[in-house]
């Protein structure tokens, strides 16, 4: 009787095991926008099935430049996306002004159920200062289920994120979001933990004023929540947001505010795209010092197309004690996931990349 054999299968086992764990891991080999497209696509066929374990692909620091490629998809489901550091690593599009367009110039589109993003940099280069009226031109587009971004920072001008999905669910923590008009914008229900937002300068002039959020929240409770976040004001001033359409909801926590002088009176803007019916909401904000500046009553007139209605912005708080997530995502605990996910990627990073 060969006693060794048990052993030997085993070790068969193992290998085999080892690697097919090996298959979870993709490292772009090739730095450069073709390199990451090829594995892009290896990611979405190897991560078709919805029900496919966590696929981790590894983006060393480098600039990953799609020239005028938009819309690059992100199909598979369970993908996460890492990147060598958030400042290193760059994706990059330019899409040409012609094809300007809140649907048409997104960097990354996103399909995929809970996909993972950490330590990298989306950048629309769109020449939003010369396309006229509008220049929208999107980093992440989502329609997608349940995404997650860890020190993750995006770069354009207008509609910088675009959540697509009326009942979609996401969550930022520590990411850096640049931009000017509408530039965080959509529906759903989208968490943004001690992130900080940035507004650009509005036009070359310097006239005019930036708009920082625009949901359009239809079938959820809560639309955008920023909690405990920073607000940096390069040189145009800014409200908090306006409404899309619909039913748009919009609550600001715990802001810290580099530039206080730089938010306008009105804080919202009651008249932009003449929607009445918001719940915009904002309590314990203060400036880069930490002192309290909310002020004891922000009462705004918004007037819709056919209508107009009154509201209090500032919430007592009681009120803001509601915004939690589990009463916002229930079951879901994305911070859990998230914090899961980023011990994972730091192993590997260590691993592929030397990092200590």
């Known amino acids: 009787m060969n006693l060794l054999r048990p052993f030997n299968l085993l070790l068969v086992l193992f290998i085999v095991t ?7 891991v993709i490292l772009v080999e090739k730095i450069s926008g073709e390199g990451l497209l090829e594995t892009l696509d290896k990611a979405n066929t190897l991560n078709a099935d919805s029900a496919s374990e966590r696929l981790f692909v590894l983006i060393p620091n480098g600039f990953y430049d799609l020239g005028e490629t938009a819309l690059t998809p992100i199909l598979g489901h369970n993908i996460a996306l890492i990147g060598e550091s958030m400042e290193g690593t760059i ?18 589109l996103n399909r995929g159920h809970n996909t993972y993003l950490q330590d990298l ?4 280069d769109l ?30 001008y207008q509609d910088t994120y675009y959540s697509h999905s009326e009942e979609c669910q996401h ?3 520590d990411s850096e979001i640049h931009g000017t008009v509408d530039f965080i914008c959509g529906a759903g229900d989208v968490f943004f933990n001690r992130c900080t937002i940035v507004t650009e300068k509005r036009s070359l002039d310097g006239e005019g004023y930036n708009v920082i959020a625009a ?13 405990h976040c920073t607000i940096r004001s390069i ?13 748009p909801r919009c609550a600001w926590l715990y802001t810290r505010i580099e530039s206080p002088e730089k938010l306008m009176n009105t804080r919202y803007d009651p008249l932009s795209i003449r929607v009445a019916n918001v719940v915009f909401s904002e309590y314990g904000t203060t400036d880069a010092e930490g002192h309290n500046i909310t002020p004891a009553s922000n009462v705004l007139e918004f007037v819709g197309k056919e209508d107009r209605e009154t509201h209090e912005t500032i919430i007592s708080k009681e009120e803001a ?9 229930g079951d879901w605990k994305p911070d859990k996931v998230v914090k899961r996910l980023e011990k994972k990627a730091m192993k590997l990073k260590k691993q592929y990349f030397n990092q200590k």
């Open 18 to 24: 080892a690697l097919l764990a090996q298959k979870r």
């Open 91 to 108: 994706i990059r599009n330019a899409p040409p002004v012609e094809k300007e367009g809140i649907s048409t110039t997104a960097t990354l």
């Open 121 to 124: 940099t989306l950048q629309n």
């Open 127 to 156: 020449d939003f200062y010369h396309s006229g009226p509008a220049g929208r031109a999107v980093c992440w587009q989502d329609k997608g289920v349940r995404a997650m971004f860890k020190r993750v920072k995006m770069m354009s």
């Open 171 to 173: 969550y930022f923590e």
């Open 215 to 227: 949901p359009r929240t239809s079938t959820t409770d809560w639309g955008f929540v920023f909690s």
């Open 235 to 247: 040189e145009s001033d800014f409200t908090y947001g306006r409404g899309w359409h619909t039913h």
């Open 321 to 329: 004690s509601r915004f939690t997530l589990k009463n916002i995502y």
